[in-house]
């Protein structure tokens, strides 16, 4: 049967099959799949904390197998109005800092979701956020944000990031999980 997991934010599908063995077994295809056999008696806690032990592989080679692009969770038009909203939202705590507010801007990025250029005061994301799920994007608009206080990734930034959006890390290793690889 089709099953499915979260590894690391991202929705994986297995099948499992029944059958007379002793331990749990994983098989990874050629094209991707994901195989799990257990026994009947195995409960699905337990196949299910097998497969995340094995997260790291399942994952690698699912994305070395991987044809069909990400889901998106935006249309681009949606992620700009969801962006533009959520800067007017959290700008008041700069402007508290007596930091000038930025300009917002749009540019089709791929190998980053954001940029801050503090001299220019421009915030420039990426339309491809639009593949992102909404907390992850609110995290780019932060991490773009506290560059506007703390221009570099040093210790300062993070513990600066830490108070506005207490869940950094793990928005960024979902960040980092999803693949912005289009297919057009
Ligand atoms: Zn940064």
Sequence with gaps: MIKSIILNGRKIEYNLEYKK????????????????S????????????FIELKAHLILKA???CKTAPPTAHFTEEELKAFVLACCERVYPYYEAKAIEKPQIKFRRMVSKWGCCNTLKKTITFSTL????PKECVEYVIWHEFTHLIVP???????LE??????????CR????????REGT
């Design 38 to 49: 257990a026994s009947k008696r195995t409960p699905v806690y337990v196949i299910e904390a």
């Design 21 to 36: 063995v002793k331990n749990i077994n994983l098989r990874i295809k050629q094209d991707g799949s994901v195989h799990v």
């Design 152 to 158: 570099n990734h040093s210790k300062a930034f993070y």
């Design 129 to 132: 956020l639009k593949y992102a």
């Design 173 to 180: 290793k979902i960040m980092k999980s999803i693949n912005i």
């Design 62 to 64: 699912v994305d070395n």
């Design 161 to 170: 990031l830490q108070k506005v959006c207490p869940n950094w890390k793990e």
